[in-house]
């Protein structure tokens, strides 16, 4: 397979259009089609199936997507990589990261070290634990941003000064807002908006090992849409503090949950990962930070 073969297949998968992906890529339509046939020809199996307006993946064709985005992914951080050798005050650098205000600490190390070197790029990749682990275990990341519930054993790895504390989401308005913390138990009942990165990893440990009664009535992937249900009376989000605004001027409170054990978060990166030279000033500049 081509390189250039599967960033064809990749934009024409997004696009769902075979006419628009090639006007995006500034190639012909005949061009594409014919390059993707002979893909399906290579692998031997039908990639995708084309209606009247649109371009429908079979199951090889989704596969494929998932590998061609992982493969690209690569690719690409490793020519930035091989670039980033010749340019001394720049590069890119590679995070990956869950909703977190711990964030933060992170944040101001890429700032002091671009104060230094101003041509530093951070991309950062917001995704789930596993996502995030999956990508650096895949050399996509160069760092990952995780809680205290993977198994640091397999990474390297350097502790943040910083803990998250989890709670409850509520309307300003609401009774409950009264409290000032809540319990495991108060909460159960409740109907629940839940975040679907946390809600695998964190309730068997909150609740036992039987949480099928938990009333979740909606899950979101970012805090904001999580405080926008709230603030429509839809129920009570759980996440942890600082993610959004809770201020006396907000409409909406945060109350941390009693006995929940706070989180810690982690700087890892990969056993025997060989660091671009801007990436290894990153890693210094995090553990000096970190250590004052």
Known sequence: MEIRVLRYFLEMAREGNMTRAAERLFISQPTMSKQLKYLEKELG???FIRSNYSIRLTQAGMLLRERAEDILSLVDKTEAEFKSLEEADGGEIYVGAPESASMGLFAEAVRRLQQNHPGIRCDIYSGNMQDVCEKLDKGILDFGI??????????HYLPMP??????????????????????????????????????????PQWFGTDNNGLNIIATYNLPYNGAVMVKAGIGYALMLDRLIHTGEESDLVFRPIEGVPHVEMYVIWRRYQTFTPIAELLLKELQAGFQN
């Open 45 to 47: 199996t039908k990639l």
């Open 162 to 203: 910083t803990e998250d504390i989890w709670g409850v989401i509520l309307r300003r308005d609401d009774p409950l807002a009264a409290k000032k913390t809540f319990t495991v138990e108060e909460i159960r009942n409740l109907p629940l908006i839940c975040s679907r990165q946390w809600a695998d990893h964190e309730f």
């Open 146 to 155: 995780v809680m205290n519930y993977v198994d640091l054993t397999k990474y």
